[in-house]
């Protein structure tokens, strides 16, 4: 952290201190005698582990994000931010980053998560039903959770390393929209779940084709890569 800007490490720690402050208010709130707040916790921390580099080097996709939406929609923006959390804590642990990009990531995804969930309650106001204005409630927490979370890594990202949103790939439309794909689909499996939760196996089956085709951007990118590698390297032969 030594060699970031003191806007980046004022910008970083604002981050760490808002999502802090947030995770205690929160956690008093949380439900540790929900069993399904483990299984779910290690499901997300898989997903979040395995993630798929996307189509620059700062970007990725993750199927954590359908557990995400998942756990939004089924038990609330609380048990959404303890299976985040805990999931990252076990990425943290197994790519050993730097405490401070961990620790910002894991307060962007709460404030993320609380705004959507603020978003959601506003809209659906608390009624618990399945009804088209779930649906309209679940579509704007996704956007908004989607759309914040991109917001703040490409701040912390153009400060850190003076990439711009554009260059860093953050804001790129198949970016958004895979993130908002799977946080989607999360959240529909969770209302299928309400109604039978059997049914919403059929939900988590295409799973594994996802996460093979969220691999196809990086692809392409090494095979670029690699032919202008060889391309430089015949002109500099042929020189």
Do not use: C
Request: proline fraction near 3%.
């Amino acid at each position: 952290m030594k060699s970031l800007s003191l806007t980046a490490k004022v910008y970083i720690l604002g981050i760490l201190l808002a999502g802090g402050l947030l995770i205690v208010r929160m956690g008093m709130s949380l439900d540790l005698e929900n069993p399904y707040l483990y299984l779910l916790g290690v499901l997300g921390a898989v997903g979040q582990t395995l993630k798929v580099e996307g189509p620059t080097n700062r970007t990725n996709y993750s199927i954590a994000w359908f557990v995400y939406g998942f756990a939004f929609i089924a038990f609330g923006s609380v048990t959404a931010m303890a299976v985040i959390i805990f999931s990252h804590l076990i990425e943290w642990i197994w790519h050993k980053y730097p405490w401070y990009i961990q620790s910002f990531n894991i307060g962007n995804h709460v404030l993320s998560v609380f705004l959507a969930g603020l978003v959601f309650e506003l809209i659906t106001r608390g009624t618990g039903r399945v009804d088209l204005t779930t649906a309209l409630g679940m579509t704007a927490a996704a956007l908004v959770l989607v759309f914040v979370n991109h917001f703040l890594l490409g701040v912390v990202v153009e400060l850190a390393r003076g990439q711009s949103f554009a260059e860093s790939g953050l804001f790129e439309f198949l970016t958004l929209f895979l993130d908002f794909t799977i946080l989607s689909m999360g959240a529909a499996t969770a209302l299928i779940w309400r109604v039978n939760p059997f049914a919403s196996v059929l939900n988590i089956l295409p799973l594994y084709l996802l996460y093979n085709a969220l691999q196809v951007p990086a692809l392409k990118r090494r095979l670029a890569e690699m032919k202008s590698a060889k391309i430089r390297k015949a002109a500099g032969k042929g020189v």
